[in-house]
């Protein structure tokens, strides 16, 4: 019975271990049964999704970048074919042994290592990357005839962006280069489908309008879909779709003046901006010194890094667009506009010049202390005198001035279509308090107001700023925003869109207050600053002369140039209107450190007016000249702008080349 009863309760042992295995089986089943709903069943579309991913492999094809040309089609910035030496690290096997063998054939550097590693951080293993690039002939001739020794090697030809003209235009087209962590980032903060569509780019623009027009000038990416192995070993390719080049920039620049006045600078600094009064298009846009572009391209050495960026000459700076600079007597005629506006002064208010202002016990000098006499409205532009404008900014105030002045565009952004513009200073009161932080800093002394009416003190500036505003001047009030790019062209089409002109709120001027100060500028041509440099001139124009001080002086100390490092001299400036009666061009010229406005400045404003009006580039004799500095008008036998072709430029395009511009740069990008 016992033995009975001991038989039971093992059974009941038994049965029950039996119980909790078969529910522990059943729960892993039903466990299961769940994963494999949940898998097939809810998250179906997204693992078959990663599934195909892992099969297909979508490789990004880089579009062509689009060109630059400028107003008569001359090609500024291209793309040109060159061999490089690329690798598939999926076929290559140990990367390391495979490029020390490949260094004993072609010229292999450690820069080329590095940028190689970096690539293959940031790509697929079936991509193919690029080791060396720019391979000549013969090191192309030397791999292919040991090409079976490297699986996964190959030669390629790639599209690299070329600046046929070196450093003309440096600044305004700005240069291309490899895309940094920084950019990188902010491109991954960009939409989706802007984000993808730099899939596999390396390259993007740095400055000038290769940067403003980014994404125009990038194109579409294109895409290939390969099958690849469990390896990641492309199979077959399924398909593709082609890659849109990038838009051409149609400029409203001529390159042939721009690179004449770049020539006409020579080695001194300085910055020249022309603008189209009508519509606000930049006829030069001229920073010195320049950079070749080139060097960026695919990544700058240090050595020309070095040398670009430690320079006194500050060549990167660009100028026209960044350079600030005191406006000197260039800003009389605005003063004088202001005048008129707010009525503090008449036309034929009548000044007593002697040479000298004093205010509060200091003395404001005239250049050379000669006084002038009796000078109204019309003879304080024509023989630019200083007394004239320190009395009347003393009239006037600092608020004032910046109330009547700031509507021809002076401390604000003008707008052009590049990146990187500074506002410059219109000073106020309100601004100083703005600026500084110390409270006796922050106050406004009267004395402070007296400088200011002949452009100096806090006055700063960019020549494109001068020149906006002086197109304002000549068009009688109308304002336009500058810009460099006419129209868009789609080469893939062929359309063209035509940028429209940005036509800002125009100034009520009165037609006889223009007149007025027009007429003055004439006469600083005919009798003032700069009659020695528009000497027999066949057209009329207005200009004005400045001097701007680099440095300051103290009061009981004279200006000498010969005494003063060449850093420190004074800036000489010029703006300038042409023709008189209906203007078409309006500039302003800054070359640092040479002087008065008349020496320097004024020489190259009449070569531009005589390129543009007359269609006339200086003599050899005449260039010279006007690069040494000497006020003269042209000398020698002018020769017509049609048969001139600048060192490096193209002769000009003939009637048959202009007329079908879209094939020929169609070609250029293939």
């Keep these: 019975m016992t033995e009975l009863k001991d038989v039971e309760r093992e059974l009941g042992r038994f049965r029950g271990r039996l119980l909790a295995a078969a529910a522990f089986v059943l729960l892993g089943f039903a466990l299961l049964a769940l994963r494999l709903v949940h898998l097939q069943v809810l998250r179906h579309e997204e693992l078959a999704t990663q599934a195909e991913a892992n099969r297909i492999a979508v490789v990004p094809v880089v579009p062509n970048r689009g060109l630059i040309v400028d107003r008569h089609g001359i090609v500024l910035a291209s793309n040109y074919s060159a061999y490089t030496l690329e690798v598939t690290p999926a076929r290559a096997g140990p990367l390391e042994p495979l490029i020390d063998a490949l260094a004993q054939v072609v010229e292999i550097s450690a820069r080329d290592r590095k940028r190689f590693r970096r690539l293959q951080e940031e790509s697929k ?30 030669i390629k030809a790639r599209l690299f962006r070329n600046y046929p003209l070196g450093e003309v235009g440096s600044h305004l087209l700005g240069y291309i280069g490899r895309i940094n962590p920084a950019e990188k980032k902010a491109i991954e903060d960009w939409p989706d489908e802007e984000q993808s569509n730099y899939r ?7 400055l000038g309008l290769e940067q403003a027009y980014e994404r125009d000038l990038h194109g579409t990416t294109g895409f290939a879909e390969v099958e690849t192995s469990a390896g990641g070993r492309p199979v077959r390719m399924l398909r593709s779709q082609d890659a849109t080049p990038g838009q051409t920039l149609n400029l409203s620049i001529d390159i042939r003046l721009q690179a004449l006045v770049e020539q006409m600078f020579g080695d001194r600094r300085g910055a020249l901006v022309a603008l189209d009064p009508r519509n606000g298009e930049v006829l030069a846009f001229v920073s010195k010194p320049t950079f070749d572009p080139n060097l960026f391209v695919d990544g700058i050495d240090a050595e020309n890094w070095k040398a670009l960026n430690e320079s006194i000459d500050k060549p990167l700076l660009n100028r026209a667009l960044r350079g600030t600079y005191p406006p000197g ?28 202002f004093n205010f509060g016990g200091h003395v404001f000098r005239s250049h050379g202390d000669v006084g002038l006499g009796a000078v109204d409205m019309t003879r304080s532009i024509v023989k630019s005198s200083n007394v004239y404008y320190y009395s009347l900014a003393n009239e006037m105030g600092v608020d004032l001035m910046h109330e009547m002045l700031a509507p021809f565009g002076f401390g604000q952004l003008t707008g052009i279509d590049l990146e990187g513009e500074v506002t410059g200073v219109l000073p106020s009161t309100a601004w100083k308090r703005r600026t500084y932080r110390k409270p006796e800093q ?33 068009s009688g009030g109308k304002r336009f925003k500058p810009h460099l790019v006419r129209e868009i062209e789609d080469l893939a089409t062929h359309g063209r869109q035509p940028l429209a002109d940005t036509v800002l709120p125009p100034l009520p001027l009165r037609p006889e207050h223009v007149a007025l100060v027009l007429n003055a500028m004439y006469g600083v041509t005919q009798e003032g600053t ?85 269609g006339q580039v200086p003599s050899d004799e005449d260039m010279a000249a006007t690069r040494a500095g000497r006020s003269v008008a042209p000398t020698g036998t002018p020769r017509r702008a049609e048969d001139f072709a600048l060192p490096g430029l193209p002769p000009p395009p003939t009637a048959i080349e202009a007329a079908a511009p879209a094939a020929e740069r169609t070609a250029l990008l293939r």
């Design 125 to 154: 293993s079936f991509e193919s990357l690029p080791l060396r690039t720019k391979l000549s002939e013969e090191e192309v001739a030397r791999f292919t005839a040991q090409r079976f020794r490297f699986p996964g090697v190959e």
């Design 200 to 206: 596999g780019t390396e390259s993007i623009g740095k």
């Design 329 to 356: 007597s260039t800003f009389k005629p605005f003063m004088a506009m202001a005048a008129l506006i707010s009525g503090k002064r008449a036309p034929g208010t009548v000044i007593h010049d002697g040479g000298s």
């Design 442 to 474: 922050q106050r406004w002394y009267a004395g402070e107001t007296i400088s200011l009416g002949i452009g100096q003190g806090y006055n700063n500036f960019t020549m494109l700023q001068l020149a906006s505003a002086t197109a304002t001047l000549a």
């Design 530 to 614: 700069s009659t020695r440099v528009f000497a027999g001139a066949p057209y009329r124009s207005g200009g004005k002369t400045g001097t701007a001080q680099a440095v300051g002086i103290r009061q009981s100390e004279r200006y000498n140039a010969a005494r003063l490092e060449e850093h420190k001299r004074d800036h000489s400036l010029y703006i300038a209107l042409a023709p008189l009666d209906a203007p078409t061009v309006a500039l302003a010229v800054v070359v640092e450190n040479a002087g008065f406005g008349a020496a320097a400045a004024a020489p190259i404003a009449r070569r531009v007016f005589d390129y543009l009006l007359l």
